[in-house]
């Protein structure tokens, strides 16, 4: 729980010490998606996750069926087709991932090349929460650290011209057209 740092100060001559309790074993994790739809409101949906045997051989990060969880969830709450921009991160090109997205009619993925998080608009989503809500806090504890994420992520929700900036800095832009109706 090193605090993310934005700013501190101490007197001339003196090295800034930030003074954190103990580490903690527990881990969290965050998936994310930024929603763009011509037309409407940018949404962001999220699932935070903790990890709580990643001490005994357990995971320290989210699986792929958490990641079809969510795709799921959001295909339910957008009501529509998704296509997805993913890095490459290890899980998204998972077999049974690909599997699940090959047999689904309502996703279609599409991967960034490697080494590119300045072509993903949810790097921008995690850039704002660090410099924000994030910053400058040594939290007590690994709950008072999910209070806060969750706290900054809710309030991104609600602010869409926040998420279409994220959008705009990678420079992509949304060019695929309307589908039609079947």
Known sequence: MTPP???TWAKRGHTPVI?????????????????????????????PQRHTDHKRGGRKSFAWTEYRDLLIAAH???????VLIWDNLNVHKDARMRAFIDTHDWITACHLPPYAPDLNPVEGIWSVLRRTTQANTAFTD????LRALRHGL????????????????????????????Q
């Open 154 to 181: 809710r309030q991104l929700q609600y602010r869409s011209d926040i998420i279409d900036g994220c959008l705009t800095e990678t420079g992509l832009k949304l060019t695929t057209p309307r589908l039609k109706a």
């Open 142 to 145: 690994p709950d008072h650290l």
């Open 19 to 47: 003074r954190v309790r103990g580490r903690s074993q527990r881990r969290y994790s965050v998936a994310a998606l930024c929603c763009y739809k011509p037309g409407e409101r940018s949404r962001l949906i999220y699932r």
């Open 76 to 82: 339910q709450q957008l009501g529509g087709p998704i």
């Open 5 to 7: 740092t934005s700013r």
